[in-house]
C-alpha cells in the first residue's frame, strides 16, 4: 500500500482536537483523517501525569493500528505529559504535539496583558513554564486556570448566559481591571467559545489559539518523509470516540460541520 494515502490521526481527551483537526483540513483537504476522542476518561486536566501518559500511548496506539502516517496529539495536557516519550518510542511516524501559542501574542506587540487560558494541570507542567519563562520579560503574562470549562464545550454549551458568567468571572478575576492585549487559548477545547468569549471581552481584543500552527507543523513533518497524499480529491473524515454515547459522535460532527 502506498503511504501517501493512508490517513491522519488526531488524538485530544475530548472534542477539543477537533479544533485542530478544522484547520488541518484547511490547510491538506484532500488528506483522509481519523480522529479519536478519549471522552471516556475526560478530563486530563484533573489526572496525574502517569495516568495521563498512559491514556495517551493507549490512544496512539488506536491510531497505528487503523493505519494511520502520521499523528497529531492536540491536546496540551497530552502534549506536556506524553509528547516527548512517544517521540523516543516511536521515532518512524511524524508526530506533533500542541503547546500554548504565546509566542504570536508577544509578537503582536501590544500594550495590555496577556491572558492565557488553560487547564489547571497544563499551567502546572514544567513545559509550560518553561514557556513563560522564556517571554517573562517581554510581555506581562497571566495564567488563567479554567477549571470547569473544558466540561462546558464537551457537553456542547458553546453559548449562553451560564457560559457567559463563567468566562466573565474568571476574566475579571485574574486581569486585575489592567487593559487586555491578548488572550491565548491554551487548550484545543477553547476555540470552540472563541464567539461567546469576544462577547464577554469585546470585538478589539486579539484571542489565538495554536491549531493552525500546529496543521502546518505536520503538514512539513509528513513533506519531509514524503508522506502527502498526491490525491486530488477531498479526504475522508472517520471520528472514533472511547465513550459509547451516541452524543458524543454527534456533538463532533456538529463542530466539524459535517453530516
Do not use: W
Not at 486530563?44 to 487503523?66: H, I, Q
Not at 492536540?74 to 502534549?79: E, I, K, L, M, S
Not at 503538514?219 to 479526504?235: A, F, P
Request: proline share 4%; charged share 25%; net charge positive.
Amino acid at each position: 500500500m502506498d503511504k501517501r494515502s493512508m490517513p491522519i490521526g488526531f488524538f485530544d481527551s475530548g472534542v477539543g482536537g477537533l479544533s485542530v483537526m478544522k484547520e488541518a483540513i484547511k490547510v491538506m483537504p484532500n488528506e483522509n483523517y481519523i480522529y479519536f476522542g478519549d471522552s471516556k476518561n475526560a478530563p486530563y486536566g484533573v489526572k496525574s501525569v502517569k495516568e495521563v501518559r498512559d491514556l495517551t500511548f493507549s490512544a496512539v496506539e488506536f491510531l497505528l493500528n487503523k493505519g494511520v502516517k502520521g499523528i497529531a496529539i492536540a491536546c496540551n495536557t497530552a502534549t506536556s505529559a506524553a509528547v516527548a516519550e512517544l517521540r523516543r518510542v516511536y521515532p518512524e511516524v511524524p508526530l506533533v504535539g500542541i503547546e500554548p501559542a504565546l509566542k504570536p501574542a508577544v509578537e503582536l506587540n501590544k500594550d495590555g496583558n496577556i491572558l492565557i487560558m488553560a487547564t489547571p494541570m497544563t499551567l502546572k507542567e514544567s513545559k509550560f513554564n518553561r514557556l513563560m519563562e522564556k517571554y517573562k520579560n517581554r510581555s506581562k503574562i497571566i495564567p488563567v486556570p479554567c477549571a470547569g470549562l473544558m466540561e462546558y464545550i464537551e457537553q456542547g454549551i458553546l453559548e449562553g448566559e451560564e457560559l457567559e458568567r463563567y468566562l466573565f468571572q474568571k476574566i475579571t478575576t485574574y486581569n486585575n481591571d489592567e487593559d487586555i492585549a491578548s488572550i491565548v487559548l491554551g487548550c484545543t477545547h477553547y476555540p470552540f467559545v472563541k464567539n461567546t468569549l469576544l462577547k464577554v471581552v469585546g470585538e478589539n481584543v486579539y484571542i489565538i489559539d495554536g491549531g493552525y500552527g500546529t496543521a502546518k507543523e505536520l503538514k512539513r513533518r509528513l513533506n519531509e518523509k514524503n508522506l502527502l497524499t498526491n490525491s486530488s480529491k477531498k479526504g475522508t473524515i472517520q471520528i472514533f470516540n472511547s465513550s459509547e454515547k451516541k452524543e458524543c459522535i454527534d456533538l463532533s460532527k456538529r463542530l466539524l460541520e459535517i453530516e
